[in-house]
């Protein structure tokens, strides 16, 4: 895992956000879950967030553009 303090403390608050949130879709019927789907994170295992961490480091990038669940990443410079 990275060293980097920032992305070990918004990883950790992400993987709680989504143990909270999947313990309460699983409460919700179908078309409450279509209906509040927007308000989920999308998931995405650790292993994938550490992949991408490390090729927006390497990429010494200085704005990332996220769009659904795509990622632009454009070098200024």
Request: hydrophobic residues 40%; proline residues 1%.
């Amino acid at each position: 895992m990275p060293t980097d303090i920032k992305f070990n403390t918004v990883l950790a608050e992400y993987q709680d956000r989504m143990l909270d949130e999947n313990e309460r879709m699983t409460s919700l019927s179908v078309s409450e879950r279509i209906e509040h789907g927007d308000e989920f994170l999308l998931s995405v295992e650790e292993e994938a967030a550490i992949f991408i961490h490390l090729l927006i480091k390497s990429s010494k990038v200085k704005s990332v553009l996220e769009t659904c669940t795509s990622m632009i990443i454009k070098r200024f410079g």
